[in-house]
């Protein structure tokens, strides 16, 4: 019982520390803390907060965890209450399953969505570092902001997922809003298309799909691999993994995670010192599943690559300048993240499944803010005016889910039902201090001048907003002719209350609503290989709120309803996945007035679209992951008619995806790589007056597996951006905005096992 309360009392430093500790940047400007420091500081807060939760967390299941038999020796996944193995298609890049929500785990060929599951293999082998190394394998999911940003947006099929709505573990609220680490990740999930009813309503209202990060667990077999990295034009840094399990029939696992990362960044006089500190805990017997997971991040970046605006007069949007250009020279980044979540399973009995999952997240940033906006963002010609500023945020989320799993037959259909119930509480503040209008500077992105130092008060943020998403589910799949047809329905009731706040407390605005989203999806499988299917979704998202640099700033819009309605078929053929579909999806088209800056809704955005892929293994050590999506993204019900049918900012015609790996047949243990990523012209402005041009960019990379001194050894190589294009990236679905691309960046890492 002491034990407990001294725990307790451990427990909430963890936090408080992420929530009040000031950053450096507030003691001195200058001051960079040594990498070493931020990783122990973070290991040793991961530490706390997981062996704070795992004894009380475990209690419950303590005295079952003595009488559990062996646990299994594959890795598993868990489909109501049923376990089963999680292989990969051929090659190992993909796997045959993943999360669907309240859905729990299916087969893709069994799932009336389009879904990619990225395997561990497949993060290990292209050395990815964050989130956006991943999804960019595929066509119909492009990362809309360059390596070295502030933050890693998306877009799924021609709409916005923002960092903030990237999902971990199945829940929301979780990640980081600026980049999730890969050295947490085991797997990513990828649904296209709405994906309210499984998942809920993302914090930041994103419709164009959900991507879902499944954290490291430890495996059957002892682990402890050490990886040094190596990042053009001098980054350097260490990772290390440790897993191990324990106890009668290796009941109890613990995997930890730890990174260091620091030098000089690929961008004029760019600096950056990363830290992160990840432990995982996970118990399984025969019934009962227990997990828990816990991160901290700390990143201090000096020349982030920031997003500049484009003059609403413009004719043609300029030539990009060079990926190692830092447009606003001086401008410095600083940002943390500190996540703990848990989840219980109980198998009831063989048919019902019953589960409870919570989390917390904490996450703040401090930036340097410089804008050029309106008449003084760039021109034509690369020139703009620019006045600095700081922008400081946080945010903070509370997040749990409780529900229920039940396989029955009746009359010979196999159902398989589910209920959920969920919340999210979350808030977020932020300081916001301009310098004056005489203090502008005029510069050019081929030549940008260093921006002028704030000076003045820099105050701690203030909450700005109070946001509840809650939500209670229904769902039921049933199988009938021999499994060869599933047939899913739904309903979720869901409830968005937002509070808009002013730095005195004062409610500036607000809005309460709540609706029903219902789902139905159709599979058919004519052939054992073969599966055709069909799905619609509706969901409610939260109202946008206007951002900081338009004219209406923190004016709050209500909740919208998005539609999805997809047709689609799945062929496996034994070594490669096949797949096409067609999609439509229809949201409120946000605009921003280039001239007046007043963010406001305008009609609706409706996207069409055509996707195809092949991903396997096209011929024994020849690995695929191909893919390609076109586009008819329109707007439709504008103001006066005045954009009517005309083209949606910031999506293009079409989207191209090549990738292949190949084991040298003749040199035992080599491995080459390569990789295309091809992006059509796309709109910048709502009257499609001005393009933003197509991209293409090539990838080259190779590994060797050896051994060394008994260990294996695995050194891997890759060239990104390999022939150093210029390019602009789209940094918004609205297309005011853009991003340099990074410029050729060479990657090096060597892994050892031990």
């Known amino acids: 019982m002491m034990m407990i309360?001294?725990?307790?009392?451990?427990?909430?430093?963890?936090?408080?520390?992420?929530?009040?500790?000031?950053?450096?940047?507030?003691?001195?400007?200058?001051?960079?803390?040594?990498?070493?420091?931020?990783?122990?500081r973070l290991i040793r807060s991961a530490l706390v907060s997981a062996v704070a939760s795992a004894p009380i967390l475990a209690l419950p299941f303590a005295a079952n965890a003595q009488e559990a038999g062996p646990a299994a020796v594959e890795q598993v996944i868990i489909t109501g209450a049923k376990v089963q193995a999680d292989p990969a298609y051929a090659g190992g890049q993909i796997g045959r399953s993943g999360g669907l929500g309240v859905l729990g785990e299916a087969d893709i060929m069994k799932t009336p969505f389009s879904t990619t599951n990225y395997t561990s293999q497949m993060l290990e082998d292209q050395q990815v570092r964050t989130l956006a190394d991943v999804v960019v394998n595929e066509a119909s999911v492009r990362v809309m902001t360059s390596t070295g940003g502030f933050s890693e947006d998306f877009q799924i099929r021609g709409f916005n997922v923002t960092s903030g709505d990237v999902g971990l573990n199945g829940l929301y609220g979780l990640s980081s809003s600026n980049r999730m680490p890969a050295a947490i990740m085991e797997r990513v999930e990828v649904l296209k298309g709405p994906?309210?009813?499984?998942?809920?309503?993302?914090?930041?209202?994103?419709?164009?799909?959900?991507?879902?990060?499944?954290?490291?667990?430890?495996?059957d077999q002892p682990l402890t691999r050490v990886t040094a990295t190596y990042e053009s034009q001098a980054l350097f840094g260490t990772q290390v993994d440790v897993g191990r399990r324990f106890g009668e029939g290796g009941a109890w696992g613990v995997r930890v995670n730890g990174v260091i990362r620091g030098g000089d960044t690929n961008i004029d006089d760019g600096k950056q010192d990363v830290g992160l500190a990840a432990i995982a805990l996970d118990y399984r017997s025969p019934k009962l599943r227990w997990t828990l997971d816990s991160y901290g991040q700390q990143e201090k970046t000096d020349n982030f690559r920031a997003q500049n605006s484009f003059r609403p007069d413009i004719t043609s949007i300029p030539a990009p300048p060079s990926g190692h250009?830092?447009?606003?020279?001086?401008?410095?980044?600083?940002?943390?993240?500190?996540t703990i979540a848990s989840r219980l399973e109980y198998d009831v009995s063989n048919a019902l499944?019953?589960?409870?999952?919570?989390?917390?997240?904490?996450?703040?940033?401090?930036?340097?803010?410089?804008?050029?906006?309106?008449?003084?963002?760039v021109d034509a010609a690369g020139n703009f005016r620019l006045t600095n500023a700081w922008y400081d945020a946080y945010a903070r989320s509370k997040t749990g889910e409780v529900g229920a799993r039940l396989s029955l037959d009746t009359a010979g259909i196999k159902h398989?039902?589910?209920?959920?119930?969920?919340?999210l509480d979350s808030e977020a503040g932020s300081f916001y201090l301009t310098a004056p209008a005489s203090s502008s500077q005029l510069s050019n992105i081929y030549n940008p001048v260093a921006i002028t130092p704030m000076t003045g008060n820099r105050l701690a943020p203030t909450k700005t907003s109070e946001t509840e998403l809650s939500s209670v589910s229904l769902t039921d799949t049933l199988t009938f002719l021999d499994g060869r047809v599933m047939l899913t329905g739904g309903l979720r009731k869901q409830k968005v209350s937002l509070d808009n706040l002013a730095p005195s407390g004062a409610v500036t605005g607000s809005y309460s609503e709540s609706a029903v989203s219902p789902l139905a999806g159709l599979v058919v499988m004519p052939m054992e290989n073969v599966s055709l299917y069909a799905n619609?979704?509706?969901?409610l998202s939260r109202g946008s709120v206007a951002p900081p640099t338009a004219a209406n700033a923190g004016e709050v819009f209500a909740p919208f309803k998005s539609k999805q309605y997809e047709v689609g078929t799945k062929v496996d053929t034994g070594r490669v996945l096949l797949g096409a579909a067609v999609f439509q999806i229809d949201r409120p088209n946000a605009i921003t007035d280039p001239l007046t800056t007043v963010y406001s809704l305008d009609g609706t955005q409706r996207n069409r679209g055509l996707e195809l892929s092949a991903v396997g293994e096209a011929a024994p050590g020849v690995r695929l992951m191909t893919s390609a999506t076109f586009y008819n993204a329109k707007q439709q019900r504008t103001a006066g008619g005045i954009n009517e049918g005309k083209k949606a900012t910031g999506v293009p015609k079409n989207a191209f995806n090549a990738g292949i790996d190949w084991d040298l047949p003749w040199i035992s243990g080599l491995s080459v790589n390569a990789r295309a990523i091809h992006t059509a012209e796309l709109a910048q402005?709502?009257?499609?007056?001005?393009?933003?041009?197509?991209?293409t960019r090539f990838d080259l990379g190779a590994r060797y597996r050896t051994e060394?001194?008994?260990?294996?050894?695995?050194?891997?190589?890759?060239?990104?951006?390999?022939?150093?294009?210029?390019?602009w990236l789209s940094s918004s679905t609205l297309a005011t905005v853009g991003t340099a691309a990074a410029p050729r960046t060479v990657l090096l890492s060597a892994q050892v096992d031990f």
């Not at 307790?8 to 003691?27: E, G």
């Not at 250009?325 to 500190?338: I, K, N, Q, S, T």
């Open 5 to 40: 309360t001294i725990l307790i009392t451990v427990k909430i430093p963890f936090f408080a520390s992420y929530d009040r500790q000031p950053m450096t940047h507030h003691a001195n400007a200058c001051a960079r803390p040594p990498v070493e420091s931020i990783l122990s």
């Open 685 to 695: 402005n709502v009257t499609n007056t001005v393009y933003i041009s197509s991209w």
């Open 708 to 727: 060394l001194m008994g260990k294996p050894v695995v050194l891997r190589a890759s060239v990104e951006n390999a022939a150093n294009k210029r390019y």
């Open 195 to 219: 994906g309210t009813l499984m998942y809920g309503i993302s914090p930041n209202g994103s419709v164009g799909g959900n991507i879902n990060i499944v954290t490291k667990r430890a495996g």
């Open 416 to 423: 398989f039902i589910t209920a959920s119930v969920s919340r």
């Open 325 to 338: 250009r830092a447009v606003y020279r001086g401008a410095d980044l600083e940002f943390r993240d500190a």
């Open 536 to 539: 619609f979704t509706s969901g």
């Open 353 to 377: 499944m019953v589960y409870a999952t919570a989390g917390y997240h904490y996450g703040a940033s401090e930036q340097d803010f410089p804008t050029a906006r309106a008449l003084n963002a």
